[in-house]
């Protein structure tokens, strides 16, 4: 797999541990004596399990440049992005943190697997670009992990613990669909959600001055072009994400046709290449 042109994965080492700061929508109450009302199906969320996989499709079309986003529970690089190496379904860093919450996961669930001699080097290393004490064996057994189930599933849950569901729960707080929700998901993968001004949270904020997401009376769409605006201004802080186009040839792409809920097909490019979902 050519990993050339896959994007940062955060502005900052620091930007990739924290959580959304997340509220409830509360339910409106029934008025006294209403006959109830038959209940209409429940829109789907990005939390769908077929919406699940067209988002990991989605993103793994930027980060990967393929939709087999399985295929990347073994992937380990160094892209020269001074995070140190880069691995996984999500592009987990050693020098971010998030890789090292994988690691002690995978090494609670299963003591003694052949990550876990490197706990030490890895919290060593948080923070810095620094390969000590993992090379020159890491990449090798991070492939050996890879083929074992219980890694791919503590992959699967520390994505969707640090990233997936807090940007799915937002969005639904923000009364956005699939769309919407995978808007913020994308964001939050590349971007985390530290104090930097190009935290997801603050890339929120900044749509926010410019309208008003439905939840607070606001149009969708409208709404959802001005947080893709503040996407594209954070993105071209930095050099290594000065290329927009999983923002312009694919999000703006299904924005433009109002689809919403993201419902096949689906057709998009991202760094020029074509991908299709039908």
Known sequence: MVHTSRPVDGPAPTSRRFFLALTGALAAAPLLGAHPATAAPAAKGLDDPAKKEIAMKLVSSAENSSLDWKAQYRYIEDIGDGRGYTAGIIGFCSGTGDMLDLVQLYADRKPGNVLAKYLPALRAV?????????????????????????????????????????????????????????????????????????????????????????????????????????????????EAHSDTSRVDTAQRVFLRKGNLDLDPPLDWKVYGDSYHIG
Not at 145 to 168: G, I, K, L, S, W
């Open 126 to 238: 948080n923070g810095t670009d620094s390969h000590a004490g993992l090379d020159p064996n890491y990449p090798k057994d991070w492939r050996k992990a890879a083929q074992d189930t219980a890694f791919q599933q503590a992959q699967n849950d520390e994505r969707d613990r640090v990233y997936f569901n807090p940007a799915v729960r937002q969005g639904k707080t923000d009364g956005l669909r699939v769309l919407g929700q995978f808007a913020y998901y994308d964001a939050i993968v590349m971007h985390g959600d530290g104090s930097d001004s190009t935290s997801f949270r603050n890339i929120r904020r900044r749509a926010l001055t410019k309208a008003k997401p439905p939840a607070q009376g606001g149009d969708e769409t409208t709404y959802l072009n001005a947080f893709l605006d503040a996407r594209v201004w954070a993105m071209k802080q930095e």
